[in-house]
Antibody, heavy 120, light 110 residues
Framework: QLQLQESGPGPVKPSETLSLTCTVS??????????WGWIRQPPGKGLEWIGS???????YYNPSLKSRVTISVDTSKNQFSLKLSSVTAADTAVYYC????????????WGQGTLVTVSS | QTVVTQEPSFSVSPGGTVTLTCGLS?????????PSWYQQTPGQAPRTLIY???TRSSGVPDRFSGSILGNKAALTITGAQADDESDYYC??????????FGGGTKLTVL
């Protein structure tokens, strides 16, 4: 059974860079059939797609966040990562990693999510 | 800026049928947008219900169905149960690796 687990260093200060890693188990991140993505959900609000990556390194970003987002993949560790720069309180959210099905059109497996708080 | 629209809230009686919709601020939703649907209860990660318009994800009961109704994607729940009370999100694929979430519908079963 595929499992995804988010991890990160904890609270982030305003203007700093948020960094998260998603570790994939029970399947290979190098599969040609899937993409891998990040989604976030501010407290009490809806879901927002941040971006996605293919194992080859091809990336796709939400245009509204593109200038601040970098997603990368480490196939040797079966992990992919998110960096979001110049964070503000508005970036406080639960961050989910997920697998996208072939063609990157929809999500099928989700991590449990991790709350990242931006505060001084 | 493309916006994916959903009803903010909806209510259904136990055993009843409800149809939630997913539209576009400009234009019509078709199968080319590969609409998908997700269920989320408070404090939990989303659960995939439907993908590619009408394909149920593994383990999803057949009382959940997806379709295109007019110019929108639709999620129909037949025989609503108390534990269907959740937030429901649709996602549309815009091409070039871009997906957009709808704002979500809060479904109450009462």
């Amino acid at each position: 059974q595929l499992q995804l687990q988010e991890s990160g260093p904890g609270p982030v200060k305003p203007s700093e860079t948020l960094s998260l890693t998603c570790t994939v188990s029970g399947g290979s991140i190098s599969s040609s059939s899937y993409h891998w993505g990040w989604i976030r959900q501010p407290p009490g609000k809806g879901l927002e797609w941040i971006g996605s990556i293919y194992y080859s390194g091809s990336t796709y970003y939400n245009p509204s966040l593109k200038s601040r987002v970098t997603i990368s993949v480490d196939t040797s560790k079966n992990q992919f990562s998110l960096k979001l720069s110049s964070v503000t309180a508005a970036d406080t959210a639960v961050y989910y990693c997920a697998r996208l099905q072939a063609g990157a059109t929809s999500f099928d497996y989700w991590g449990q999510g991790t709350l990242v708080t931006v505060s001084s | 800026q493309t916006v994916v629209t959903q009803e903010p809230s909806f209510s259904v009686s136990p055993g009843g049928t409800v149809t939630l919709t997913c539209g576009l601020s400009s234009g019509s939703v078709s199968t080319s947008y590969y609409p998908s649907w997700y269920q989320q209860t408070p404090g939990q990660a989303p659960r995939t219900l439907i993908y590619s318009t009408n394909t149920r994800s593994s383990g999803v009961p057949d009382r959940f169905s997806g379709s295109i109704l007019g110019n929108k994607a639709a999620l129909t729940i037949t025989g609503a149960q108390a534990d269907d009370e959740s937030d429901y999100y649709c996602v549309l694929y815009m091409g070039s690796g871009i997906v957009i979430f709808g704002g979500g519908t809060k479904l109450t079963v009462l």
